[in-house]
C-alpha cells in the first residue's frame, strides 16, 4: 500500500518517461509500470543490495521487464534528456543538492525533478535558486505525525526569496490544507534551537537572533493564512 508521501510524488509526475534515484524498494516504479502510458522507467541506486530487493518486488508483480535498473551515483547513471521526470525521495536536503551538482547536465535537461527532501528544505531552496533552478509549485504530505515537502523543480531562472522564512515555508504554500501542520512543525524546529542556545554556557548570539526572527516571521505567516 502506498504511503501519502509516496502517493503526493506520484500525482505530479510529468511526461511517460520517469528517473526515480535512490529507488530502493522500487515502490513508485512498480505504480509506474501497471501504466502502460509510461514507456520508459528507470530505477537506480547506488548499492546492489536495494536493486536486489526492487528486482524481487518488481518479479512479484510480474512487471520486472517494464522497469530498468540501473547501479550507480545518483543521476549519473541516467543520459541528459532520457526522462521527463527525475525523482529524488527520501533523502536530506544536502544530499540532494549534492546528487543534483554531481550531475548538472541531467539535472539542467529534466524537464520535471520532483524533489521530496527528508530535512534540511531551506538549505535545498537556497541551492536551487544560486544554481538557476527554478521551484515551479510546492506541495505537502501528512503521515501520521510527519510533514512531508516536495518541490516541483526545472532549470531556468529563479527569483530569490524575499525574506529568510520564505526558504523555510514559502508563501506560495499559504492555503495549503496542511500549511498548519508544516508551520507547527517548523515553530517546533525553531523552538529547540532557540532554547538550546538560550542554555548554551556561551550562545551564539548571532544564530540566537536568527532564530528568533524567524520564529516571529513564522507568527506573522501563520497569522497571514488565518
Not at 546492489?48 to 518486488?57: D, F, R, V, W
Not at 525523482?87 to 544536502?94: E, R
Not at 544560486?130 to 516536495?150: P, T
Not at 523552538?191 to 548554551?200: E, N, Q
Amino acid at each position: 500500500m502506498l504511503t501519502p508521501r509516496l502517493e503526493m510524488i506520484l500525482k505530479h509526475i510529468k511526461g511517460s518517461s520517469v528517473a526515480d534515484i535512490g529507488t530502493d524498494h522500487a515502490y513508485i516504479p512498480i505504480e509506474l509500470a501497471k501504466d502502460i502510458t509510461y514507456r520508459t522507467i528507470i530505477a537506480t541506486d547506488l548499492r546492489p543490495g536495494p536493486l536486489k530487493i526492487a528486482h524481487a518486488n518488481l518479479c512479484k508483480y510480474n512487471l520486472e521487464h517494464r522497469v530498468e535498473l540501473r547501479l550507480g551515483s545518483g543521476i549519473l547513471p541516467i543520459t541528459p534528456g532520457e526522462t521527463d521526470t527525475v525523482i529524488i525521495a527520501g533523502m536530506g536536503g544536502l544530499l540532494v543538492a549534492d546528487i543534483l551538482a554531481e550531475a548538472m547536465e541531467q539535472a539542467k535537461q529534466a524537464k520535471l525533478l520532483l524533489l521530496q527532501p527528508m530535512n534540511a528544505q531551506a538549505e535545498l531552496r537556497k541551492w536551487l535558486c544560486e544554481h538557476q533552478f527554478q521551484i515551479i509549485e510546492e506541495d505537502i504530505a501528512i503521515e501520521g505525525f510527519k510533514v512531508y515537502n516536495l518541490l516541483l523543480v526545472a532549470y531556468g531562472e529563479c527569483n530569490f526569496y524575499q525574506k529568510e522564512i520564505d526558504y523555510h515555508i514559502p508563501d506560495s504554500l499559504l492555503g495549503h490544507r496542511y500549511f498548519d501542520q508544516l508551520a507547527e512543525k517548523k515553530q517546533r524546529e525553531f523552538g529547540k534551537i532557540v532554547a538550546g542556545l538560550k542554555h548554551s554556557l556561551q550562545p551564539d548570539t548571532e544564530k540566537l537572533a536568527y532564530y528568533e526572527q524567524l520564529s516571529e516571521e513564522l507568527e506573522e505567516k501563520k497569522r497571514r493564512n488565518i
